[in-house]
């Protein structure tokens, strides 16, 4: 059995570095998927990510892989 514990992750809002700054820190969120950005190919220069503040979350954007967005390496739960 689950609990909303199980169902949930916390994910702060980190901001992202870029640019030599720290940038949005406390009001925005970016974090990093394993997916490249398919239309990059053979060489991917970017990747897919998700944004989010306390009224927006988009999981459908992408952007240069250098920028400093946070990552949240999650496993998966076998039972």
Avoid: E, M
């Avoid at 909303?4 to 009001?27: M, R, W």
């Amino acid at each position: 059995s689950y609990s909303l514990v199980d169902t949930h992750i916390f994910l702060p809002a980190a901001g992202a570095f870029a640019y030599s700054a720290l940038n949005d820190f406390g009001s925005f969120g970016y974090y990093w998927s394993a997916s490249l950005y398919k239309s990059d190919q053979p060489k991917p220069n970017r990747a897919s990510y998700c944004a989010f503040n306390n009224s927006f979350v988009n999981a459908d954007f992408n952007g240069l892989r250098y920028y400093g967005f946070s990552i949240r390496p999650i496993k998966r739960r076998t039972n």
